[in-house]
């Protein structure tokens, strides 16, 4: 039987992969990371390995799950250990990250997660808990204090379920214990993503303690971020061939590609890596890299992602090499492009070549499935935002239309195949009941227009937008996804 990899297996494995060349026994957890995906464990994990073998022992990672086990009984019984895989066409590096101090399960125990983030040497608390985990509305912005979780964090806030509470339960302790505060780097796709997460974490504090909220207003840092690296999600086939090379099972592994990215706005509470050194950008203004990224790849993303999946394409760089699809996410790109501010150092004409070649990349093997999930949480800053900007300009939206038009199908359930699927998003039961027994393309349209928490009103009631928006969806219906990406280009 192929044992799991441990710490006691490290030295036994084919020189092929490289290994944490420092001494793990004397690594500190210096950050607590919610949300221990495969995408934390492909990106920011990796920083903060490198910081380890750059000798600042500091900045071991304990990592924490808000809602299943299934992460801790990948990582705990490996010592921590996973390999990234990183692929690109033929090519491939495989590296063991120890960066990893154990997983816990919040709903487990949620006070020893509360009591671990208060510890005097954790100094970042970074989050990857996806778009509905900060319990947001989409289009506002604002902390849903209806969300049932956000409710019972109110009501014992020692106990919390949700991250902004146990960000403010954990600073609560904090506070009490005379610490400064962590900094908290939010690593999701959200738009203005540290404002957002202050915003909720001091909206919830506020009605626990107001002199608390007070205290993270002026101690507190939650720098706004761009990150970047696309991570498929591990299949059981990943694993297994994985296995065959390392003759151990790794069942916490993540493959990702060659390109890393992050930007982070330089405001820390207290200590932290030495960032710059480890390829990290620190900058006053975040939000010009973040906007191009949201808008030209995740943009780009989703209506890939929807329009392949529609018409049957499994994997991104299958829809990429359809001639019309490739033709509408430049069209897209054209239209999005128009309403960034590139931040210096990035060139655009450049940037969509290298998205290109990356969506491209075969070995990923990334679904579209995948991220078409969680459209609702998506929608407002990849298309609506350049949507909204654009109709603002007098500019047209065809391409950006179409992609919404085809998340709006999605919600169907249906593929052009016939073949029906669950719908993946936490508004699917709201989409599904605004759909029932409404026929007709346009009604279609209006009905899910109305959702004000993904279109704001504005837009909504913007009649240039509806109309394109229905056309691009009558398109849709009458010529199937290839068909109506061609023509959007026209
Ligand atoms: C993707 C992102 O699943 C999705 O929605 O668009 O996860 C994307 O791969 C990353 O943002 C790339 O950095």
């Given at each position: 039987?192929?044992e799991?990899?441990?710490?006691?297996?490290?030295?036994?494995?084919?020189?092929?992969?490289?290994?944490?060349?420092?001494?793990?026994?004397?690594?500190?957890?210096?950050v607590?990371?919610?949300?221990?995906?495969?995408?934390h464990?492909a990106?920011?994990?990796?920083?903060f390995?490198?910081?380890?073998?750059?000798?600042?022992?500091?900045?071991?990672?304990?990592?924490a799950?808000?809602?299943?086990?299934?992460?801790?009984?990948?990582?705990?019984?490996?010592?921590?250990?996973?390999?990234?895989?990183?692929?690109?066409?033929?090519?491939?590096?495989?590296?063991?990250?120890?960066?990893?101090?154990?997983?816990?399960?919040?709903?487990?125990?949620?006070?020893?997660?509360?009591?671990?983030?208060a510890?005097?040497?954790?100094?970042?608390?970074?989050?990857?808990?996806?778009?509905?985990?900060?319990?947001?509305?989409?289009?506002?912005g604002?902390?849903?204090?209806?969300?049932?979780?956000?409710?019972a964090?109110l009501?014992?806030i020692?106990?919390?379920r949700?991250?902004?509470?146990f960000i403010?339960?954990?600073?609560?302790?904090?506070?009490a214990?005379?610490?400064?505060?962590?900094?908290?780097?939010?690593?999701?796709?959200?738009?203005?993503?540290?404002?957002?997460?202050?915003?909720?974490?001091?909206?919830?504090?506020?009605?626990i303690?107001?002199?608390?909220?007070?205290?993270?207003?002026?101690?507190?840092?939650?720098?706004q971020t761009?990150?970047?690296?696309?991570?498929?999600a591990?299949?059981?086939d990943?694993?297994a061939?994985?296995?065959?090379r390392?003759?151990?099972?790794?069942?916490?592994?993540?493959?990702?590609?060659?390109?890393?990215?992050?930007?982070?706005?330089?405001?820390?509470?207290?200590?932290?890596?030495?960032?710059?050194?480890?390829?990290?950008?620190?900058?006053?203004?975040?939000?010009?890299?973040?906007?191009?990224?949201?808008?030209?790849?995740?943009?780009?993303h989703?209506a890939?992602?929807?329009?392949?999946?529609?018409?049957?394409?499994?994997?991104?760089?299958?829809?990429?090499?359809?001639?019309?699809?490739?033709?509408?996410?430049?069209?897209?790109?054209?239209?999005?492009q128009t309403?960034?501010n590139?931040?210096q150092?990035?060139?655009?004409?450049?940037?969509?070549?290298?998205?290109?070649?990356?969506?491209?990349?075969?070995?990923?093997?990334?679904?579209?499935?995948?991220?078409?999930?969680?459209?609702?949480q998506?929608?407002?800053?990849?298309?609506?935002?350049?949507?909204?900007e654009?109709?603002?300009?007098?500019?047209?939206?065809?391409?950006?239309?179409?992609?919404?038009?085809?998340?709006?199908?999605?919600?169907?359930?249906?593929?052009?195949g016939?073949?029906?699927?669950?719908?993946?998003?936490?508004?699917a039961?709201?989409?599904?009941e605004?759909?029932?027994?409404?026929?007709?393309?346009?009604?279609?349209?209006?009905?899910?227009?109305?959702?004000?928490?993904?279109?704001?009103?504005?837009?909504?009631d913007?009649?240039?937008?509806?109309?394109?928006?229905t056309?691009?969806?009558?398109?849709?219906?009458?010529?199937?996804?290839?068909e109506?990406?061609?023509l959007?280009?026209?």
């Open positions: 039987m192929i799991r990899l441990s710490e006691a297996r490290l030295g036994a494995l084919p020189s092929i992969v490289a290994r944490p060349a420092y001494d793990r026994a004397a690594v500190g957890i210096g607590v990371h919610l949300g221990v995906g495969a995408f464990r990106h920011q994990a990796v920083v390995d490198d910081a380890l073998a750059a000798g600042d022992l500091r900045w071991g990672v304990l990592g799950s808000l809602r299943s086990s299934g992460v801790r009984d990948q990582l705990n019984p490996q010592d921590g250990l996973y390999t990234l895989v990183v692929r690109d066409g033929a090519e491939e590096h495989l590296r063991v990250i120890g960066a990893g101090r154990g997983v816990l399960v919040g709903p487990e125990d949620p006070a020893a997660l509360v009591a671990a983030m510890r005097p040497d954790v100094h970042i608390v970074t989050l990857t808990v996806t778009e509905k985990g900060y319990r947001l509305d989409p289009a506002t604002d902390l849903r204090f209806d969300d049932a979780d956000v409710a964090d009501a014992d020692d106990a919390p949700t991250a902004p509470g403010v339960a954990a600073l609560r302790a904090r506070k214990a005379g610490l400064k505060p962590f900094t908290v780097i939010s690593c999701d796709n959200l738009p203005h993503n540290g404002k957002r997460i202050r915003a909720g974490v001091i909206a919830m504090a506020r009605r303690d107001p002199s608390l909220a007070h205290w993270i207003e002026v101690e507190g840092a939650f720098p761009m990150i970047d690296r696309i991570v498929p591990t299949t059981a990943d694993i061939g994985l296995a065959v390392l003759d151990v099972i790794d069942q916490g592994m993540v493959k990702a590609e060659p390109f890393t990215q992050w930007v982070i706005e330089d405001w820390f509470a207290g200590e932290r890596p030495d960032f710059p050194s480890l390829g990290v950008q620190l900058t006053d203004a975040v939000e010009p890299w973040e906007n191009a990224k949201l808008r030209l790849l995740n943009g780009a989703s890939i992602a929807y329009l392949g999946a529609l018409s049957g394409y499994e994997h991104v760089h299958e829809a990429v090499a359809v001639p019309a699809f490739r033709a509408y996410v430049e069209a897209l790109w054209d239209e999005a309403t960034l590139p931040p150092g990035l060139d655009i004409p450049t940037y969509r070549d290298a998205l290109m070649a990356r969506f491209s990349n075969a070995a990923l093997m990334h679904r579209t499935r995948q991220i078409a999930m969680d459209g609702s998506k929608l407002p800053q990849r298309l609506l935002a350049g949507a909204a654009r109709l603002a300009a007098g500019q047209g939206i065809k391409a950006l239309a179409l992609g919404v038009a085809a998340w709006m199908k999605w919600q169907s359930g249906v593929t052009e016939g073949e029906v699927f669950i719908v993946d998003d936490p508004l039961a709201k989409t599904a605004r759909l029932e027994g409404v026929d007709d393309d346009p009604s279609r349209v209006l009905a899910l227009l109305g959702l004000s928490e993904v279109f704001p009103t504005r837009l909504a913007d009649n240039r937008f509806a109309v394109a928006v056309d691009a969806y009558l398109s849709l219906s009458r010529n199937g996804a290839v109506a990406a061609r959007a280009v026209e």
